[in-house]
Structures are given as C-alpha cells and as structure tokens.
C-alpha cells in the first residue's frame, strides 16, 4: 500500500503557497501537487472539502472517500478497516 499526500490547489492557489502549507505537517510520506483545481476533485471523486481521504485500490478504482475516520465505535467509513481490509488483500 502506498500513502501519498496530494497538494490541491484551490482558485489559482500557487504550488509554492500549497507546498509550504503541507511540509508544515512533516508527513514522512511522498508529497505530490495535482495538476487539476478542486471542482476537479469534486466532479469525479464526490470530494466535499478539504482535507479529504481517498484510497484507490490496485486497479485506480476509489474504495474509500472519506475524511480520517477510526473511532472503532463508527462502522461505517471508517478509515481504518478499510485499510485493513486491503491490507488482506495484498
């Protein structure tokens, strides 16, 4: 499984101005700039708002659209077992 932030930028955002907002967060994981603008997003992933979860399974297809969810009282959408669940399947 790969994790991957993705820098969106919003209403002509600058990529210096979306990159100095993620590295504040010091993820240990790749970063990445999307070419494409939020209404993008919103059109073909049904993303809300910002942050948003997205997990594409081995073939690009979206098994998970979320925000980060794992409170184990919550069943559905919830963060965690769907990555478990995939982690099974590798």
């Given at each position: ?5 993705v820098g969106i930028p ?38 809300l708002g910002v942050p ?39």
């Open positions: 499984m790969l994790v991957y932030v919003y209403q002509g955002e600058k990529d210096s101005t979306l990159f100095s907002m993620i590295n504040r967060f010091n993820y240990s994981f790749p970063k990445l700039l999307s070419k494409h603008e939020y209404p993008f997003y919103h059109e073909y992933y049904n993303i948003a979860i997205i997990i594409l399974d081995k073939n690009g297809e979206l098994v998970y659209n979320g925000r980060f969810n794992n409170n184990p009282f919550i069943l559905v959408n919830n963060l965690q077992n769907k990555v478990d669940e995939l982690l099974k399947e590798d």
